[in-house]
Each structure stands twice: as structure tokens, then as C-alpha cells.
Nanobody, 124 residues
Framework: QVQLVESGGGLVQAGGSLRLSCAAS????????MAWFRQAPGKEREYVAA???????AYADSVKGRFTISRDNAKNTIYLQMDSLKPEDTAVYYC??????????????????WGQGTQVTVSS
């Protein structure tokens, strides 16, 4: 079982940037498909971005071109660089690990482990 701890959330103005981090323990992030999800108040949790062992990446249409997912194997950490933030990006952001190294966890059914979440608030 992998343990995930997010950090880096906060309050930012529209158009600004934030970088979220997800530190993993118990398993190497290079051996798992990893992802970021988010959940806004009153809405279902939704997929944001994912990366697998070969650095294949995928993004939700709503964040494509603005967010970048990356991985540092030496630090066993996943990042989400968020640029050109919009008020609609306001949500709790969750780090997620899949069941294997090759599948991109792009829906909640493909997630084996969740972090505790970090709040991102974008003011207009």
C-alpha cells in the first residue's frame, strides 16, 4: 500500500500559478500510474491529470495547456504545476495512485490509494 501526502495548496488570484506536490511512501512512484483529481463543493470528484511509468501523460480538457503533471523519481514525488488559474479551478486537489505502472488512472475506479487532499482557492 502506498501512502500519499499532498502539499502546496493555497489562495491565489485568477491568472496566477501554484505547484502542488505529492510525496509518496511505501511504493515507488515510478512503479505506479499516478494522477491528480479534484473535488469542488457539491460536485463529484473529477480527474485532472495522470502520468504512467513511461511518462505518458493525459489531461482533462478543462486544464489542457494550463496544467502540467510531472514526477521526480529520486524524491518519490509527483507534482502538478498549475498556471493561468481560473476561479473554476477552486477545489480540493487529491493525489492518487493506480493499481499498476502502465495504466493511467483517469477515473476513480482505477485508483487504489488516495491522499488526504489540499485546498486550492482561486479568487476573481
Amino acid at each position: 500500500q502506498v501512502q500519499l501526502v499532498e502539499s502546496g495548496g493555497g489562495l491565489v488570484q485568477a491568472g496566477g500559478s501554484l505547484r502542488l506536490s505529492c510525496a509518496a511512501s511505501g511504493r515507488s512512484v515510478s512503479s505506479l500510474g499516478m494522477a491528480w483529481f479534484r473535488q469542488a463543493p457539491g460536485k463529484e470528484r473529477e480527474y485532472v491529470a495522470a502520468i504512467n511509468w513511461s511518462d505518458a501523460r493525459a489531461y482533462a480538457d478543462s486544464v489542457k495547456g494550463r496544467f502540467t503533471i510531472s514526477r521526480d523519481n529520486a524524491k518519490n514525488t509527483i507534482y502538478l504545476q498549475m498556471d493561468s488559474l481560473k476561479p473554476e479551478d477552486t477545489a480540493v486537489y487529491y493525489c492518487a495512485a493506480g493499481y499498476n505502472s502502465y495504466l493511467l488512472p483517469v477515473n476513480t475506479r482505477s485508483v487504489a490509494s488516495w491522499g488526504q487532499g489540499t485546498q486550492v482557492t482561486v479568487s476573481s
